[in-house]
């Protein structure tokens, strides 16, 4: 069985992220002054480089950018055959995620997927992506 995925390091930049996961909301942070949204979460705006900002809600729908699968070395934390992927939500925003649910020769550049939330050895949530219904077959 594989052991639960290891559990989020949350800096002061991020912790509104994963906290966000925990109540299975995906968040971006968006600007206080120009209103662009950004991730990873850093403490500056990389537009106007205000560092007020806001925690924005993010709908967790997007689309496949690229995705990969490791191979070497194995993880043990991590099931054989997991992908790696990047995702461009429907915000505008793009991020590093697992892609579930589907096999890398279906896994096609451009489906659309959608987030969902699993536990890892704390307790604290991952964000995880899988292909919504239609690209499928
Ligand atoms: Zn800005």
Not at 16 to 31: A, H, I, P, S
Not at 38 to 54: A, F, K, L, T, V
Not at 67 to 76: M, R, S
Request: with cysteine; charged share 25%.
């Amino acid at each position: 069985m594989t052991p639960p995925r290891p559990a989020p390091t949350p800096s002061r930049d991020s912790a509104f992220f994963w906290e966000g996961l925990n109540r299975d909301v995906l968040l971006g942070q968006r600007c206080s002054d120009c209103q662009r949204l950004r991730h990873p979460p850093r403490p500056m705006c990389p537009e106007c480089r205000s560092i007020e900002w806001q925690a924005a809600e993010l709908s967790g729908r997007g689309t496949l950018h690229a995705v990969v699968k490791p191979v070497h070395p194995p993880l043990p934390m991590f099931e054989p055959g997991y992908l790696v992927a990047l995702i461009d939500l429907e915000e505008g925003i793009r991020l590093l995620s697992n892609l579930c649910e589907v096999e890398l020769p279906d896994a096609k550049i451009g489906m659309a997927v959608e987030a969902f939330f699993v536990e890892s050895e704390s307790g604290d949530k991952l964000h995880q992506f899988r292909p919504i219904g239609d690209d499928l077959g």
